[in-house]
């Protein structure tokens, strides 16, 4: 499937927001669709490496279980990243984080699975401070109505990625400057002290920033793209 056949129709609706009303924002609309189906409902959040996904999936579904307990769950892309033994055995350590680095496949029938499942799921996520893959990490429970997608590559329109679009009922954007990302990222890469200063500065310049310019450009596959007003 091209880009140009599996992007929505209509543009993506765009707001400016703080992360705190990006995900007043968000949980309304999960909350919208939600009332208007009988079945699990997936809401994505994409972004770039470094534009606060994680950050905002987490307030998202706070303020859902909050309003009722139990309602939502995330689901990380990042559990799918390659464990990174196969990383080294296929040569691709040193651009871990891009799309060939992951199991797109697995996680989108992991997501297919999900949407459609009503017992209890094994959820696989990612350590930054082992650098690796954690096999059932967390449960979800079969009761969740409400499932939280984060990723970077979420919108991505190649195959396999493009399928993931095709199960998200709603589709975000994080949209984060270039040069502020760049910066939350050299901070993240220092922050358990794995890799010197230099390889963090060739990591964010050659694979994160490259991997956050592919991401921007599959922003119009969004429902929603959310200009992010922060000062970190």
């Given at each position: 499937?091209?880009?140009?056949?599996?992007?929505?129709?209509?543009?993506?609706?765009?707001?400016?927001?703080?992360?705190?009303?990006?995900?007043?924002?968000?949980?309304?609309?999960?909350?919208?669709?939600?009332?208007?189906?009988?079945?699990?409902?997936?809401?994505?959040?994409?972004?770039?490496?470094?534009?606060?996904?994680?950050?905002?999936?987490?307030?998202?579904?706070?303020?859902?279980?909050?309003?009722?307990?139990?309602?939502?769950?995330?689901?990380?892309?990042?559990?799918?990243?390659?464990?990174?033994?196969?990383?080294?055995?296929?040569?691709?350590?040193?651009?871990?984080?891009?799309?060939?680095?992951?199991?797109?496949?697995?996680?989108?029938?992991?997501?297919?699975?999900?949407?459609?499942?009503?017992?209890?799921?094994?959820?696989?996520?990612?350590?930054?401070?082992?650098?690796?893959?954690?096999?059932?990490?967390?449960?979800?429970?079969?009761?969740?109505?409400?499932?939280?997608v984060e990723g970077n590559y979420l919108l991505l329109g190649?195959?396999?990625?493009?399928?993931?679009?095709?199960?998200?009922?709603?589709?975000?954007?994080?949209?984060?400057?270039?040069?502020?990302?760049?910066?939350?990222?050299?901070?993240?890469?220092?922050?358990?002290?794995?890799?010197?200063?230099?390889?963090?500065?060739?990591?964010?310049?050659?694979?994160?920033?490259?991997?956050?310019?592919?991401?921007?450009?599959?922003?119009?596959?969004?429902?929603?793209?959310?200009?992010?007003?922060?000062?970190?």
């Open positions: 499937m091209s880009d140009s056949m599996s992007t929505p129709s209509s543009p993506p609706e765009n707001l400016r927001l703080t992360p705190e009303d990006a995900a007043i924002e968000i949980t309304k609309r999960a909350i919208s669709v939600a009332a208007t189906q009988q079945r699990r409902v997936v809401v994505g959040i994409a972004g770039g490496p470094g534009s606060g996904k994680s950050t905002i999936a987490a307030a998202v579904i706070g303020q859902l279980n909050d309003l009722i307990d139990g309602s939502a769950a995330r689901v990380p892309m990042d559990g799918f990243h390659m464990k990174h033994d196969k990383l080294v055995e296929l040569e691709l350590d040193d651009v871990k984080g891009s799309p060939e680095t992951f199991e797109p496949r697995a996680f989108v029938s992991f997501l297919k699975n999900l949407k459609q499942s009503k017992l209890p799921a094994q959820v696989p996520s990612y350590s930054r401070k082992l650098e690796d893959v954690v096999d059932n990490a967390f449960t979800i429970a079969g009761n969740v109505p409400i499932l939280v190649k195959t396999p990625w493009h399928e993931i679009r095709e199960l998200l009922d709603v589709a975000i954007y994080i949209a984060v400057p270039r040069d502020k990302v760049r910066e939350r990222l050299l901070k993240r890469h220092a922050e358990y002290d794995l890799f010197t200063e230099e390889r963090n500065i060739a990591h964010v310049e050659t694979v994160d920033l490259v991997n956050y310019d592919l991401v921007d450009g599959s922003r119009s596959r969004a429902d929603l793209i959310i200009n992010m007003e922060t000062e970190s």
